[in-house]
């Protein structure tokens, strides 16, 4: 599969079938994640991989009972050890860092034939009390991975040339 099919392959899945996910793919994905770019190669991001059922509903529930977070084999908290440097742009770094890296593992997914969804819609404080996390450490997503129940939706976008122009800013 080319980085393109990947990439039109990957799309939200929010319906999972209850079939576990193949060790050797998992690690895969993960290596995928850990070969991501990340600012002066800080690797700031930490990954905890979670596939107790207990505990994925533990998790649902601080992702605002969204149910599919529950039925996915797998959620992986994206999480950052992080001195919380800023770049000479302004920005933060660890948010971009482990928000690349959570795609390497989305398109990897999708690859190895599993769907993902990233979820950004959960309480961080209710994470970091169920999977242990210390206060230091941020969440910043929460895919959830596994076999596609059903198919999603349509895929909407904007045009192109509604959110790109060539050498000077001329977007409405
Ligand atoms: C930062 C971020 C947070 C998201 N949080 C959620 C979420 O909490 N629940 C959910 O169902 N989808 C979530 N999504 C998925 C988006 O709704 C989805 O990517 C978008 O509708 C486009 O659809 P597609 O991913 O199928 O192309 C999130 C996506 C991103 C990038």
Known sequence: MSVYEAIQKRRSIRSYKNRPIEQEKLDRILEAARQAPSASNRQEWRFVI?????VRHSLMAAAGN?????EAPVVIACCAETDGHIMRCGQQS???DVAIAAE???LAAAEEGLGTCWIGAFSEPEVKEILGIPASVRVVQLPTLGYAGAPPGPRLRKPLKEIACYDRWALG
């Open 50 to 54: 979670v596939r107790d059922e207990a």
């Open 66 to 70: 969204q149910g599919f977070v529950g």
């Open 94 to 96: 660890y948010p971009i």
């Open 104 to 106: 390497h593992i989305a």
